[in-house]
T-cell receptor, first 112, second 112 residues
Framework: GQQLNQSPQSMFIQEGEDVSMNCTSSSIFNTWLWYKQDPGEGPVLLIALYKAGELTSNGRLTAQFGITRKDSFLNISASIPSDVGIYFCAGLRSGSARQLTFGSGTQLTVLP | GAGVSQSPRYKVAKRGQDVALRCDPISGHVSLFWYQQALGQGPEFLTYFQNEAQLDKSGLPSDRFFAERPEGSVSTLKIQRTQQEDSAVYLC??????????FGPGTRLTVT
């Protein structure tokens, strides 16, 4: 089963607002990845984080690798309608070879 | 360039039938992964190949599930004697031997 606690489970925001979501775990992760999934499609990689404390941006998206290596955050600034979708965090644990552990997702709805 | 492709996109099988799901990874990607995604959940790891070698199959739920990548490129996930609990989206991902995994659109399997 999954070992990442992702919150919130869903969000309804107004267009133009900023959004924050996070993932926490009781285990240490060496890599954090954030994906977005649209209905009927596979997850699309948004941001990858490799070092504790790392802060990385990709356009309006900013993600951080928590200093304890047990959490990560994703922020979306100035949301637009095409930001709608499900956002997943995924982590790679030490000793787990290459398998990703996914959170349960945050469903984002952007209201006009 | 071309991304990961999967076929068929949709498959309906009667309980007890065998199915075969195909994955064409991004050209040149060394690593290939299979994940299972239940409705409303994040993907869960099934198995991992590096070239033609299956290095991790710890996520395969039973011996009815079998995966192969004989020439280190295309991969097939086979499910024998399908059961209703096998209904899910099966996602394939490939990686250029980094920690970043790029997903295909998935195959939605429905077992009736």
């Amino acid at each position: 089963g999954q070992q990442l606690n992702q919150s919130p489970q869903s969000m309804f925001i107004q267009e133009g607002e900023d959004v924050s979501m996070n993932c926490t775990s009781s285990s240490i992760f060496n890599t954090w990845l954030w994906y977005k999934q649209d209905p009927g499609e596979g997850p699309v990689l948004l941001i990858a984080l490799y070092k504790a404390g790392e802060l990385t941006s990709n356009g309006r998206l900013t993600a951080q690798f928590g200093i304890t290596r047990k959490d990560s955050f994703l922020n979306i600034s100035a949301s637009i309608p095409s930001d709608v979708g499900i956002y997943f965090c995924a982590g790679l644990r030490s000793g787990s070879a290459r398998q990703l552990t996914f959170g349960s997702g945050t469903q984002l709805t952007v209201l006009p | 360039g071309a991304g990961v492709s999967q076929s068929p996109r949709y498959k309906v099988a009667k309980r007890g039938q065998d199915v075969a799901l195909r994955c064409d990874p991004i050209s040149g990607h060394v690593s290939l992964f299979w994940y299972q995604q239940a409705l409303g959940q994040g993907p869960e790891f099934l198995t991992y190949f590096q070239n033609e070698a299956q290095l991790d199959k710890s996520g395969l739920p039973s011996d009815r599930f079998f995966a192969e990548r004989p020439e280190g490129s295309v991969s097939t996930l086979k499910i024998q004697r399908t059961q209703q609990e096998d209904s899910a989206v099966y996602l394939c991902a490939s990686s250029p031997d980094s920690y970043e995994q790029y997903f295909g659109p998935g195959t939605r399997l429905t077992v009736t």
